[in-house]
């Protein structure tokens, strides 16, 4: 079975800077898809980027952006300009060929003003 | 994207009664599933609920605890039954497509407390 990793329960950054969340996964698949989730305390869970296995490009929305390594199985997200309503709880999910979903265990973001 | 309701929003319930969770959506969508998240926890998924089929249940939940309904496809429930304070916990349902790079979308959730 996939799995995916989040070595960092929890991060913290500065009002403006950037920060970077690191994911890992493990598979044998070919063709997969990745996503990192946001859910602030209000629970609901937030789509924030998506990256293509099949893909080189690194996918971008805005301020976030990711660091695609598909050799190295892994899946960081960058925030740049943090804002404090970035503040949440950060999941990295794995999307199988099987349409099966695998999140990690999330990374709890901090924004200090 | 689609545009999940979820009711109820939260519960308290006595222990050994079950409760049915309801989830909406505003479109017609293929794959549903329904997840459990401890607080402070990822999401651990308990089934897949495809229309016209057996849900498909994940390792560690069974059937007569959580039977799941998924009578077409804009509507599911889950049933937790015979509740016990461990099954205190926040419940999520959410869609995706079938096909190319579809996230998933979640419901607000329903958070429910045992006594």
């Known amino acids: 079975a996939q799995t995916v990793t989040q070595s960092q329960p929890e991060m913290s950054v500065q009002e403006a800077e950037t920060v970077t969340l690191s994911c890992t996964y493990d598979?044998?698949?070919?063709?997969?898809?990745l996503f990192w989730y946001k859910q602030p305390p209000s629970r609901q869970m937030i789509l924030v980027i998506r990256?293509?296995?099949?893909?080189?490009q690194n996918a971008t929305e805005n301020r976030f952006s990711v660091n695609f390594q598909k050799a190295a199985k892994s899946f960081s997200l960058k925030i740049s300009d943090s804002q404090l309503g970035d503040a949440a709880m950060y999941f990295c999910?794995?999307?199988?060929?099987?349409?099966?979903?695998?999140f990690g265990t999330g990374t709890s973001l901090t924004v200090i003003p | 994207s689609a545009v999940i309701s979820q009711k109820p929003s939260r519960d308290i319930c006595q222990r050994g009664t079950s409760l049915t969770i309801q989830c909406q959506v505003d479109?017609?969508?293929?794959?549903m599933f329904w997840y459990r998240q401890q607080p402070g926890q990822s999401l651990t998924l308990i089934a897949t609920?495809?229309?016209?089929?057996?849900?498909?249940?994940e390792s560690g939940f069974v059937i007569d605890k959580f039977p799941i309904s998924r009578p077409n496809l804009t509507f599911s429930t889950l049933t937790v039954s015979n509740m016990s304070p461990e099954d205190s916990s926040i419940y999520l349902c959410?869609?995706?497509?079938?096909?190319?790079?579809?996230?998933?979308?979640f419901g607000d959730g329903t958070r429910l407390s045992i006594l």
């Open positions: 959410s869609v995706s497509g079938a096909g190319g790079n579809q996230p998933q979308h």
């Open positions: 598979t044998s698949e070919s063709d997969y898809y």
């Open positions: 990256q293509e296995a099949y893909k080189q």
């Open positions: 999910a794995y999307r199988s060929e099987s349409y099966q979903f695998y």
């Open positions: 479109s017609q969508v293929t794959m």
């Open positions: 609920a495809n229309q016209g089929s057996e849900a498909t249940y």
